[in-house]
């Protein structure tokens, strides 16, 4: 009876024995998420690096592929190129212009869907999604097809307008074309930052005597501003950044992307490194001046 118990006895102690110490798994659990947060964001920055290093490559021939040795050049003249210098003034007034415009438009949606209670707020909640969800070609497709059988478009026979066309694909198109599509984001990242508002704040400034208007400007905004300013600089990138829809609609108006696809078949000179990289450690600096001073705000 004790030989046979013995062994049952030592049997939990050698399975104790064979378990990896828990400690191990406290330092998986510990680290694994960190750890991965790297990686994933290294594989998304590693584009970004290789454009940045090969700003200041003095590369040789048309094709800015192999790395040559370092150089200044590129940076000192940031536009020299034919064409260059047109496509980035269109690029960045089609973005400023459809920010701004996308970003009141979308504000005032935002409050208006998370503030009142009307008929058809549930299926605008849902069209607000559409942009986002559709496939870049097929908007870009609709909207070429809205602007030619709505007559928003048309060719210049003998340098006049046809009647009936109230402009021509161009400037005017893209600059709808990206309002449309930025609206969505706007209204989404506003809405997020008013649903965590103090709607008491509004109303003790109103029982002071501050009527809607000063009650918006003085309490609400700025409150909202951060999601606003969020809002905005994704608005702006999306718009800079646009290619698929915009070269539905630009007739022959070239922005930067279109240029870049435009030309690189011949030619990849540094100069798009170096415009990437502005608009890149650009954006860098806004964000991080905009939380240093939420931070200090917050203090």
Do not use: C
Not at 272 to 280: A, D, E, H, L, Q
């Amino acid at each position: 009876m004790t030989a046979v118990s013995q062994p049952l006895a030592d049997a939990p102690a050698r399975t104790a024995s064979r378990r990896p110490p828990r400690r191990i798994f406290h330092a998986i659990d510990h680290w694994a998420l960190p750890a991965f947060t790297l990686l994933a964001i290294g594989y998304l920055l590693i584009p970004i690096a290789v454009m940045i290093v090969f700003s200041f490559n003095d590369y040789q021939g048309k094709f800015n592929f192999v790395w040559h040795g370092f150089t200044l050049q590129g940076w000192l003249h940031p536009f020299d190129w034919p064409g260059l210098p047109d496509a980035i003034k269109t690029s960045l007034l089609i973005a400023f212009l459809s920010t701004v415009g996308s970003s009141i438009l979308g504000t005032f949606i935002g409050l208006a869907l998370t503030r009142y209670n009307f008929r058809g707020r549930g299926a605008i909640n849902g069209l607000i999604f559409l942009p986002m969800a559709t496939p870049e070609i097929v908007m870009g497709a609709s909207l070429l097809t809205l602007f030619v059988s709505s007559g928003l478009q048309g060719g210049m026979l003998n340098g006049v307008v046809p009647k009936g066309v109230l402009f021509p694909l161009g400037f005017t198109t893209i600059l709808i074309a990206h309002i449309m599509f930025n609206i969505s984001y706007v209204v989404v990242t506003v809405k997020a930052r008013i649903a965590g508002f103090d709607r008491r704040l509004e109303e003790a400034a109103m029982d002071l005597g501050a009527d809607e208007l000063t009650t918006f400007w003085k309490i609400t905004f700025p409150l909202i501003f951060p999601g606003v300013l969020a809002a905005s600089l994704l608005a702006f990138s999306l718009s800079i950044d646009d290619f698929i829809i915009t070269s539905f609609v630009s007739g022959t108006t070239n922005t930067f992307p279109i240029w870049v696809y435009s030309i690189i078949k011949n030619a990849l000179p540094v100069q798009i490194n170096v415009v990437g990289s502005m608009v890149f450690l650009g954006a860098v600096a806004i964000v991080g001046l905009s939380n240093i001073r939420q931070a200090r705000a917050n203090r």
